[in-house]
C-alpha cells in the first residue's frame, strides 16, 4: 500500500542553524500538509499547498518557515533559523483531492530536537 | 480559532472490554476523522466521516457523526493488546471542494488495554 516517507527520522541542530525536512507523499496525492507535535501534546496545522502554491496556513507557520516543492516527489519544509521551541515531531501529510471524501495519510514524522 | 474537546484523557482498561471516547466542538465540523498514534509514529487513519448522522464501522471500530455536526464518537469493542495507543478526533470545517484542507485535532485519548 502506497505511503507518505519522511527524512530524516530524528534530526538534531543547533539553535539558530537551518533545517530542511524532507518528505515524499504518496504519488498521485495533489494536496500536502505539514503539521507538528510537540511532545505530549495534541497535533496542530502548520501549512497546506496545491498547485505549488499555499493554499492555507497556521499562525506558527511565520515567516521562519518555507515550503517548497522542488521536484516531482518531493515536499520540503524549511525552518530558517530554529529556535527551542520548534523543538517537535514533524508531520507530513498528503491527499488525493476526492469530493466531499478527502483523506490526509500521514507520514512517519522527523524528530527536531533544537539545542 | 477553533478547538476540539475530546474525553476521557486516559484510559485504563481489561483486554475484552468495550471503550467509548467522544470529541465536542462550540463550532460546526463537516469531516470527523478518527486516528490512531504509536508511540514514535504518524496518525494512522482508523474511520472517515462525512455525513451528519453517519454511523460507520471498520471492523472492531465503531464511530458516528454527532446530528449536529458538533460532536462525533468511537467505540471499540471486545479491546485487546494491540488496541493501545493515543487516539485523535480531528476535523475540518470545510464543507464541498475536493480537500477539506487543515485539520483540527482534539488532545488525544491515551488507551492502556491491560492483558
Known amino acids: 500500500e502506497p505511503e507518505v516517507t519522511q527524512t530524516p527520522s530524528h534530526q538534531v541542530t543547533q539553535m539558530g542553524q537551518e533545517v530542511i525536512l524532507r518528505c515524499v507523499p504518496i504519488s498521485n496525492h495533489l494536496y500536502f500538509y505539514w503539521y507538528r507535535q510537540i511532545l505530549g501534546q495534541k497535533v496542530e496545522f502548520l501549512v497546506s499547498?496545491?498547485?505549488?502554491?499555499?493554499?492555507?496556513k497556521s499562525e506558527i507557520f511565520d515567516d521562519q518557515f518555507s515550503v517548497e516543492r522542488p521536484d516531482g516527489s518531493n515536499f520540503t519544509l524549511k525552518i530558517r533559523s530554529t529556535k527551542l521551541e520548534d523543538s517537535a515531531m514533524y508531520f507530513c501529510?498528503?491527499?488525493?483531492?476526492?469530493?466531499?471524501?478527502?483523506?490526509?495519510?500521514f507520514g512517519p514524522g522527523t524528530r527536531l530536537t533544537v539545542l | 480559532g477553533q478547538q476540539l474537546n475530546q474525553s476521557p484523557q486516559s484510559m485504563f482498561i481489561q483486554e475484552g472490554e468495550d471503550v467509548s471516547m467522544n470529541c465536542t466542538s462550540s463550532s460546526i465540523f463537516n469531516t470527523w476523522l478518527w486516528y490512531k498514534q504509536d508511540p514514535g509514529e504518524g496518525p494512522v487513519l482508523l474511520i472517515a466521516?462525512?455525513?451528519?448522522?453517519e454511523l460507520t464501522s471498520n471492523g472492531r471500530l465503531t464511530a458516528q457523526f454527532g446530528i449536529t455536526r458538533k460532536d462525533s464518537f468511537l467505540n471499540i469493542s471486545a479491546s485487546i493488546p494491540s488496541d493501545v495507543g493515543i487516539y485523535f478526533c480531528a476535523g475540518s470545517p470545510r464543507a464541498g471542494g475536493t480537500s477539506y484542507g487543515k485539520l483540527t485535532f482534539g488532545q488525544g485519548t491515551i488507551l492502556t488495554v491491560h492483558p
Open positions: 466521516l462525512y455525513k451528519a448522522g
Open positions: 499547498f496545491y498547485n505549488n502554491e499555499i493554499s492555507e
Open positions: 501529510a498528503s491527499s488525493k483531492g476526492s469530493f466531499l471524501t478527502d483523506t490526509q495519510y
